[in-house]
């Protein structure tokens, strides 16, 4: 069975403080990695990765993927409080049927404090 | 422009009754994917429609649970005799053509509440 873990499930920090959001996966078909970024309801996008160490930063955020390992790291520096979020990890795979899907994790809580 | 809306925002049924949640995607957005995301949970998949392609329902959890989107646009999810495990957010997500390299476009969701 397909499984996503996320680690830890909720962290609590200070503004400023940098934080590490772990993803490890056991997906059959495996085409990429996602992370999302929910804040309220809907998930918005933040990467998508499909080589392995090879990292992609926006602005404070970065992530990369070890497909060796089948886990990915998020990276949050200087955190500030509208980081405060859940972030959800999802792997893209291949279905029998030829079509493709995500996979998600349980999500990683961050609050962060100011 | 409009992004993927979702209706209602928030619905509460009893126990056995059916209900029906809206999606209309991004106009142009030939994929049109259904989660779920229940308390403390991660999304689940529901189902995939592509195109003109029959739909991969792979991730439906019984047979009360169908699909159907109509002229490759708005797409309703029913919920047969719905039952308390199936209170949940439903998310409704679009992307410009399907396979994952394409960004998903979710909707603010509907939370579904069987007392």
């Known amino acids: 069975e397909d499984k996503v873990v996320q680690s830890p499930l909720s962290l609590v920090v200070h503004e400023g403080d940098t934080v590490t959001l772990n993803c490890s996966y056991e997906?059959?078909?495996?085409?990429?990695l996602l992370w999302y970024k929910q804040e309220k309801k809907a998930p918005t996008f933040l990467f998508m990765l499909t080589s392995s160490g090879i990292e992609k930063k926006s602005g404070r955020l970065s992530s990369i993927l070890d497909k060796k390992e089948l886990s990915s790291i998020l990276n949050i520096t200087a955190t500030q409080t509208g980081d405060s979020a859940i972030y959800l990890c999802a792997v893209g795979k291949l279905t029998q049927g030829g079509s493709e899907k995500l996979v998600f994790g349980k999500g990683t809580k961050l609050t962060v404090n100011p | 422009g409009a992004g993927v809306s979702q209706s209602p925002s928030n619905k509460v049924t009893e126990k056995g009754k059916d209900v029906e949640l809206r999606c209309d995607p991004i106009?142009?957005?030939?994929?049109l994917y259904w989660y779920r995301q229940s308390l403390g949970q991660g999304l689940e998949f529901l189902i995939y429609f592509q195109g003109n392609s029959a739909p991969d329902k792979s991730g439906l959890p019984s047979d009360r649970f169908s699909a159907e989107r109509t002229g490759g646009s708005v797409s309703t999810l029913t919920i047969q005799r719905t039952q308390q495990e199936d209170s949940a957010v439903y998310l409704c997500?679009?992307?410009?053509?399907?396979?994952?390299?394409?960004?998903?476009?979710f909707g603010p969701g509907t939370r579904l509440t069987v007392l």
């Open positions: 106009s142009g957005h030939t994929a």
């Open positions: 997500a679009s992307s410009g053509v399907g396979g994952l390299e394409n960004e998903q476009f």
């Open positions: 997906v059959t078909n495996f085409r990429s």
